[in-house]
């Protein structure tokens, strides 16, 4: 069966650091992958998805960009974070057959920046 | 481009009583439809789905009907319980809005003892 993980489940970090997340998926090959955030009391804002190795859209210009070095590695990553990069980070797969198919999420990241 | 709209929460019902959370949503093409639910500290889940005008999409209790000359996939339940306390999201998907999934702002529900 399909699985799909996310780390860290928890960050705390200081305005200015870097940031790494990172999902991975088992059970599944060429998935299409998405990042999410979810701010607090908010829907769901898509940032980055991907249809394969090295391809990467962006969503939303920001700080944040997202890197796909394994098909089924997916990484969202910051150089200087900001205090409104704070928010819940899901990371998500779809089965590339169908395009309209329902998503599968991860456990979801928590990011607190002080 | 393709939107969903659904009710504010959060919604606060006692157990046992009958729940409805209403979407609509403007697509170009033809989606599909979903709920998904988050419970507290966790990822979002697939509740239940349709995906051609007048399916049904059901799932523990809950049901979903496709209405495409209302645009809507409302949400229903008929006896809620405490263990249904979630947040819920409406969401599409369809192939002009290329590989994206749109979703609602979600509706806070909360259930009493």
Known sequence: SQT????PATLVQPVGSPLSLECTVEGTSNPNLYWYRQAAGR?????????????????????LSASRPQDRQFIL?????????????????RNRDRVTGELFFGEGSRLTVL | GNSVTQMEGPVTLSEEAFLTINCTYTATGYPSLFWYVQYPGEGLQLLLKATKADDKGSNKGFEA??????????????????????VYFCALSDRT???KTIFGAGTRLFVKA
């Open chain 1, 77 to 93: 990553s910051s150089k200087k974070l900001l205090l409104s990069d704070s928010g819940f980070y899901l990371c998500a797969w």
């Open chain 2, 65 to 86: 009907t496709y209405r495409k000359e209302t645009t809507s996939f409302h949400l229903e339940k008929g006896s809620v319980q405490v263990s249904d306390s979630a």
């Open chain 1, 4 to 7: 799909i993980h996310q780390w």
């Open chain 1, 43 to 63: 829907g769901l804002q898509l940032l980055f998805y991907s249809v394969g190795i090295g391809q990467i859209s962006s969503e939303v210009p920001q700080n």
């Open chain 2, 97 to 99: 809005g290329g590989f």
